[in-house]
C-alpha cells in the first residue's frame, strides 16, 4: 500500500502525518518540540513506524514549518513549502469550499482567504508572538489549570472582564490586576479569549474580507473559549477540522503526493534515520563583513545540510 | 585634517567616497553595517528609536572607532522625526567623550548660505567654488551610473542560469565604478559594467513575476537593514521594481515639481491628500502606478514604529483591494533570523504565480 509522509517541526509541536493514496489519515501524531526538533522528530518517526501496518510503502515526503530545511536533509524530503502553503492545501483538501483560514500556532498566527480553491490573500504576526499558542500555555501554568481545560473554562465565564491583547506583557498584567481585585478565573480567562481574538482580527485579520466557510486550525483551535470568541466576533460558524492540529502535515503530505505524481522516485531515506545520530554545529564565518552564521547538519559525523550564509558560499544544496 | 565619514546608504558611498577625496580629505568608508554595528546602536540609542537611527549611530561609532573625525549626513524638514537624527546622534556621541564634527546639510535651496558654509569647511583642498561645481556634478555621474547599474542586476537575477552569478557580478563591477576617477573611466567603467551583466547565460522563458518595492528610504537603500530582500525575491524568480533610488530621491527633493514626484502624489491624492512624512504618501502613490502597469505585487518596507508607513500600511489594505494587487508588509528591525521573512516571501510569491498562471488560464492569448 502507497502512503505519503507529512512532517511540520514547528517552534512548539512536531507534527507527523502518514495518509495513504485515497486521502485516509492512518498516523497522526503531535509531539512537543521542546526546543530539540531533532530527538522530537526522531522520536516521532520511530512512534510513525511502529504503527503502521508491514506492507505500507511511503512513497513521497513534504515537509513544512519553522523547521523545514533540517527535516527535509535528516528524511530526504521530496518537497520542502512554507507553513502558510501548506495549511492552505490541507484545508482545500478538508472543505473544498472553505474560503477563510484562521490558523493559531505556538508561535505565529496567521489568516489565509482562499476563493475558489485558490489563496488570493494572507497575512502573518509581524513583529510579536502575542496572542499565540505559547502565551496561552504561560498563562495555563501560571494560573495552575491545564491547557486541555482552558477554553471549557472560559465557556463558564457569566461576565465580561476587559484583559488588554496587543501585548503579552501588558495582558499578563491585567490579568494578575483583575485577580487580586477578585474576579472570577473563568471571567479572567474568557476575557483573555475575547482579547487575543480582538488582537488577531486587528492585527493579521486586518482588512481582509473574512467569509464563511471559516476553517480554525493549529494546536489553538482546541480551545473552546477562542472558538466561541471568534463566533461572537465574526457572527459565523467556525468550523475545526478533525485533524486540526497536525493540518501543516497534511498539507505537507499532500504536497508531496502531488509532487511525486508526477513522476520520479522519493527521496525518502527510510523510517532508519531513528537510529542514525544526527548533530548540529554552527560557527561564525569571517570572510566579509556580514559574519553569517553558518549552521551544519551532521548525519553520523558526515555533513548533510549546511546553510546560513547570505552569498551561498557555504550552502550545501543536497535537496 | 578632516577624516570624513558618511553613513552607509546601498553603494551610495562609491560616489561619496571620491567626492569627499576630490575636496582634499580622507575618508574613512563605512563597513556594511553588521550585527556589531547594530550591537552598538542599540547599546546606545533610545529604545523607541527606529532601525535606521540604530545603524546610523552604529556605523558613526564603528567609523570613529577607524579614526573618523567628520560626519557628514542630511537633514530634512517635515513631519518624520529622521530630520532630528543627525542632531541626537551628535549629542549622543559627544556623551560617550568623542570629539567629532558634524555636518548635516539641509535642502540647499531652502538654506543656500548654510549650504556653502558646510561646503566650505568640507573643502579642505582650496578649490574653487567652480571646481566643486564639478565634482560635485561628477560624483552625481558616478552615483547615476551606480543606480543605472543596480537597476540592471533586478531585470537579469531573476533570470539568470546559475544562482548567484548575478550578485556576483554585480560585486565585482561596483568595485570598477570605485576605480574609476574621470568621466571618461566612469563611462567606460559602466558600459564594461553593463556588459558583464547582459553576459550572463539567462533563461529567456522563465515566467517572471514583477514586484514593487516601496517604503522607507534606509531600509529600503541598504541591503543589510532589509536582509538583502532583492536578492531573495530576485532568486524566487522575481523582478524587483524599487520605488526609490538616491538619484531620484534627491531630484524630487530639489525640485517639488519633478514629474515623478508629481505622478506618485497625484496617484496616491485620493487616498493621502497631504505630506504625512517620511515616505508614507508615496508608498501610497507609487503602488496605485504599479498596479496600473500591472505589476503583480508590491512589498512594503519598513522601520519598526515608522508612523509614516504605518499610516501607509493601513491605507494599503484598501488600495490593495481596488485595485486588486497583493501587498505584503515587512517592519523591519534587529532581528536578524532570516527564516520569517524567507517564508513570508516565498508564500508570497507562490500566491502571485498562481494569480498570474489562473490568469494566463483565462486569456491564453497572452502565452502564445
Request: charged content about 20%; glycine content about 8%; hydrophobic content about 40%.
Amino acid at each position: 500500500m502507497k502512503a505519503y509522509l507529512g512532517i511540520d517541526v514547528g517552534s512548539v509541536s512536531t507534527n507527523i502525518v502518514i495518509v495513504t493514496e485515497d486521502n485516509e489519515v492512518i498516523t497522526s501524531l503531535y509531539l512537543r518540540t521542546r526546543g530539540r526538533p531533532i530527538e522530537a522528530l526522531q522520536a516521532g518517526l520511530k512512534e510513525a513506524a511502529a504503527g503502521i501496518p508491514s506492507d505500507l510503502q511511503i512513497a513521497g515526503v513534504g515537509t513544512t514549518g519553522s523547521g523545514r530545511f533540517l527535516a527535509g536533509v535528516m528524511v530526504g524530503a521530496d518537497v520542502i513549502k512554507n507553513e502558510i502553503t501548506a495549511h492552505a492545501v490541507a484545508a482545500s483538501l478538508v472543505q473544498p469550499n472553505v474560503q477563510t483560514v484562521l490558523e493559531i500556532g505556538g508561535q505565529d498566527s496567521k489568516i489565509i482567504i482562499l476563493r475558489n480553491g485558490v489563496v488570493t490573500d494572507f497575512a502573518m504576526n509581524t513583529v510579536c508572538a502575542a496572542g499565540t499558542g505559547s502565551f496561552l500555555d504561560q498563562q495555563a501554568a501560571r494560573l495552575g489549570i491545564p491547557i486541555q481545560e482552558f477554553g471549557r473554562l472560559a465557556l463558564k465565564s457569566t461576565s465580561s472582564v476587559r484583559i488588554a491583547g496587543r501585548c503579552t506583557v501588558f495582558a499578563e498584567s491585567d490579568m494578575i490586576h483583575k485577580q487580586q481585585m477578585g474576579h472570577r478565573v473563568e471571567d479572567i480567562i474568557n476575557g483573555l479569549c475575547e482579547a487575543l481574538v480582538r488582537n488577531y482580527l486587528n492585527n493579521v485579520g486586518k482588512g481582509k474580507e473574512i467569509l464563511p466557510p471559516i476553517l480554525f486550525q493549529g494546536g489553538v483551535a482546541a480551545n473552546e473559549g477562542i472558538k466561541a470568541a471568534f463566533e461572537r466576533a465574526l457572527g459565523f460558524d467556525v468550523q475545526i477540522p478533525r485533524y486540526y492540529n497536525v493540518m501543516g502535515a497534511l498539507g505537507a503530505a499532500q504536497l508531496a503526493k502531488e509532487e511525486m505524481s508526477r513522476g520520479g522516485k522519493t527521496r525518502f531515506k527510510g523510517f532508519d534515520v531513528t537510529s542514525l545520530s544526527y548533530k548540529t554545529r554552527s560557527f561564525e564565518c569571517n570572510s566579509c563583513s556580514n559574519l553569517c552564521e553558518i549552521v551544519e547538519v551532521l548525519e553520523n559525523e558526515a555533513i548533510i545540510g549546511r546553510w546560513g550564509s547570505r552569498c551561498g558560499k557555504w550552502d550545501i544544496a543536497d535537496l | 585634517m578632516l577624516k570624513v565619514t558618511f553613513p552607509r546608504m546601498g553603494h551610495s558611498y562609491i560616489a561619496f567616497k571620491m567626492l569627499m577625496e576630490e575636496m582634499g580629505n580622507e575618508v574613512v568608508v563605512p563597513p556594511r553595517p553588521s550585527k556589531r554595528t547594530l550591537d552598538l546602536g542599540v547599546q546606545h540609542a533610545p529604545e523607541f528609536a527606529c532601525l535606521p537611527f540604530k545603524i546610523l549611530l552604529g556605523t558613526y561609532l564603528e567609523t570613529i572607532e577607524m579614526g573618523a573625525n567628520t560626519l557628514v549626513t542630511s537633514g530634512g524638514h517635515g513631519p518624520c522625526r529622521a530630520g532630528l537624527y543627525a542632531q541626537v546622534h551628535h549629542r549622543i556621541i559627544q556623551d560617550l567623550g568623542h570629539k567629532v564634527n558634524m555636518v548635516c546639510f539641509e535642502a540647499p535651496l531652502r538654506h543656500p548660505i548654510d549650504f556653502l558654509k558646510k561646503v566650505n569647511f568640507l573643502n579642505s583642498a582650496r578649490l574653487s567654488y567652480r571646481a566643486v561645481y564639478q565634482a560635485i556634478k561628477k560624483g552625481w555621474h558616478k552615483l547615476k551610473a551606480l543606480d543605472n547599474v543596480e537597476r540592471l542586476t533586478h531585470k537579469i537575477r531573476p533570470r539568470e542560469l546559475v544562482a548567484g552569478a548575478t550578485s556576483k557580478v554585480y560585486r565585482q563591477v561596483q568595485l570598477w565604478l570605485d576605480q574609476a576617477k574621470t568621466y571618461q573611466e566612469i563611462d567606460e567603467a559602466y558600459h564594461e559594467s553593463v556588459k558583464a551583466l547582459n553576459n550572463i547565460p539567462q533563461d529567456p522563458d522563465r515566467m517572471i513575476l514583477k514586484v514593487g518595492i516601496i517604503g522607507e528610504i534606509y531600509v529600503l537603500l541598504e541591503p543589510a537593514s532589509n536582509q538583502e530582500i532583492e536578492e531573495v525575491l530576485g532568486n524566487l524568480g522575481v523582478e524587483v521594481e524599487r520605488s526609490i533610488f538616491l538619484t531620484g530621491w534627491t531630484r524630487d527633493n530639489l525640485n517639488k515639481n519633478s514629474k515623478d514626484l508629481v505622478t506618485c502624489h497625484e496617484a496616491a491624492k485620493s487616498w493621502i491628500p497631504v505630506a504625512i512624512g517620511g515616505h508614507g504618501q508615496d508608498s501610497v502613490g507609487h503602488t496605485v502606478l504599479y498596479a496600473q502597469q500591472g505589476f503583480d505585487g508590491v512589498v512594503q518596507l519598513a522601520p519598526f514604529t515608522c508612523i509614516p508607513e504605518i499610516v501607509s500600511k493601513t491605507v494599503l489594505t484598501r488600495v490593495s483591494r481596488k485595485y486588486n494587487i497583493p501587498v505584503l508588509t515587512f517592519f523591519l528591525d534587529e532581528q536578524t533570523g532570516k527564516a520569517g521573512m524567507a517564508t513570508r516571501l516565498e508564500a508570497f510569491v507562490d500566491l502571485l504565480r498562481r494569480k498570474k498562471l489562473a490568469r494566463l488560464d483565462t486569456h491564453p492569448a497572452v502565452t502564445s
